[in-house]
């Protein structure tokens, strides 16, 4: 008779327990060894700075070793000699090739500091038997600005109040930070800049926000939609869940898209300026619409009649009177930035253009189901900015036109749609065949061009050189009489089905 089910367990579980435990020993002998390497291996370098080497190791599972490396990227000082100058070369969007407030670095500098040497993910300190918050500042970190790393200022001059916090992705970081104020040194302002950090003020500014944090912030508003208010209780709860730069955070992200706009669209070396920018400038133009004198032939204007149709602009104009905008502040506090270089039409201009038009009686239209125009005069917009928004858009390709953007007060008028056709027809003023489809067109283009006449000359469009057509979108088509299905259908009109 052989060994019994439970003398097979017990031998099995023995051998296990001696595999395991030659397992073991063998992978914390290469662990030890690879340590042991990792010491005497010369240092990497990259550019001017040294990779400091660092091995950690992490538990994956039972009785199981996974080796992991880490790089730091720092000058080439001793890391916990306090003094840390910034200034090494970043990218264009402020990646680190070093940065001081760099999440791995901080951990270098704790971890070389007088913490345990393990798993530690903020700045701080072993207190008598546990891991205490603590600041760059309170470790030693001063930050001298204006100078080549490693190199002494003789004149510094300390920040405002020797209080200055730094906004990273990784955190709030409150640094000690001082100012070069050499003979030929250039105003804080600039020194700052030229570190890629952003001064949340002109005038003795007490924090900054990296370049990093704002690319990052920007990418991640378009594609999760995520607020500012959101964002900025991120970097809170990772570092104390305290502090108090929400408002600084808010102006420089307004102030970092403006200004991105601004250089992506060419005026960062206008010799004007910024002041150069006209209304539309900073919008990416339809590539594939007809753009005279970018994508056309030079003598297109001279083809004949019969095959106009090949040069012309097909708009279609739509709103959304549910997108709601509650009204919290004013334009006096909350200033925009973009005076209608984009998409959105120049808001001064647009509201006086409406108080001024708007106090004619919106036309009723015929149809019951036309709720969008009846409900215009009686929607209730109390407490609203806006009610909606109205756009033009190119028809074929999907794009936002420029200067075609705005507000909507009372459901879906004709005068604030009108007014977005005519403003952003100003930019392609050349275009002889315009091919406009709207939901409403039946209604909307009856009084078109009375309504244009009474409105400022300023936005007129030239009427002699045109041929428009109005067109309804066939998704809407089957909603009217069968005139209008005749009529506005893009079966039936010659050079468009
Ligand atoms: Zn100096
Ligand atoms: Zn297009
Ligand atoms: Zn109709």
Redesign the pocket.
């Known amino acids: 008779m052989g060994p019994s089910r439970q003398q097979c367990d017990k031998g099995l579980k023995r051998q296990w327990h001696v595999l395991n435990a030659a397992h073991q020993a063998s992978q914390r002998q290469n662990l030890s060894a690879a340590r042991q390497q990792a010491m005497h291996a010369p240092q990497e370098t990259s550019g001017d700075h040294k990779l400091h080497k660092h091995i950690s190791h992490t538990i994956t599972g039972p009785g199981r070793v996974a080796m992991r490396t880490e790089y730091f990227v720092g000058p080439m000082t001793t890391p916990n000699v306090p003094a840390v100058a910034p200034g090494s070369p970043l990218n264009d969007n402020g990646h680190n090739e070093f940065n001081v407030v760099d999440a791995a670095y901080i951990d270098y500098l704790a971890e070389t500091d007088k913490g345990p040497k393990k798993h530690k993910r903020t700045a701080g300190h072993w207190n008598n038997g546990y891991f205490a918050h603590t600041t760059l500042k309170v470790l030693g970190l001063r930050v001298?600005l204006?100078?080549p790393s490693g190199e002494c200022?003789?004149?510094?001059s300390t920040a405002f109040y020797d209080d200055f916090v730094v906004l990273n992705i990784n955190g709030v970081h409150e640094i000690a930070l001082d100012f070069?104020?050499?003979e030929?040194?250039q105003s804080p302002i600039v020194q700052l800049l030229h570190t890629w950090w952003y001064p949340s003020t002109t005038v003795d500014p007490r924090s900054a926000t990296t370049f990093r944090l704002l690319h990052h912030f920007h990418i991640l508003s378009f594609e999760s939609k995520a607020s500012t208010f959101e964002y900025w209780q991120t970097l809170a709860r990772l570092t104390d869940n305290a502090g108090d730069r929400y408002e600084a955070l808010l102006r420089m992200i307004k102030q970092w898209r403006s200004i991105t706009l601004l250089k992506r669209s060419g005026y960062g070396h206008d010799p004007a300026g910024v002041c150069a920018a006209t209304p539309g400038a900073c919008t990416v133009l339809c590539p594939a619409c007809p753009q005279p004198g970018k994508n056309m032939l030079d003598d297109w204007e001279k083809a004949l009649p019969e095959v106009h149709w090949k040069y012309a602009l097909f708009l279609a104009i739509d709103a959304n009177f549910r997108l709601a905008r509650k009204n919290v502040s004013s334009d006096e506090v909350d200033p925009g930035l973009s005076w209608g270089l984009s998409y959105f039409v120049e808001e001064h201009e647009f509201k006086s253009f409406l108080n001024e038009a708007g106090r004619l009686p919106q036309e009723k239209s015929m149809y019951a189901r036309h709720s969008a125009v009846n409900l215009a005069d009686t929607k209730n917009a109390r407490g609203l900015a806006a009610t909606g928004v109205g756009t033009v858009d190119c028809a074929r390709h999907n794009l936002k036109r420029p200067c075609a953007v705005g507000d909507l007060q009372k459901g879906e008028r004709y005068i604030n749609m009108d007014y977005l056709l005519f403003s952003t027809l100003q930019q392609t003023r050349d275009i002889m065949v315009l091919n406009i489809s709207y939901d409403i067109t039946c209604q909307w283009s009856k009084n078109l061009w009375d309504r244009m006449s009474r409105y400022p000359s300023a936005i007129h469009l030239d009427l002699s050189n045109k041929t428009i057509v109005f067109l309804i979108p066939k998704f809407h088509l089957p909603a009217h009489i069968a005139a209008c299905q005749i009529t506005f259908s893009y079966n039936l009109i010659e050079g468009i089905c």
């Open positions: 001298q204006g100078h200022c003789y004149n510094s070069c104020a050499c030929i040194a």
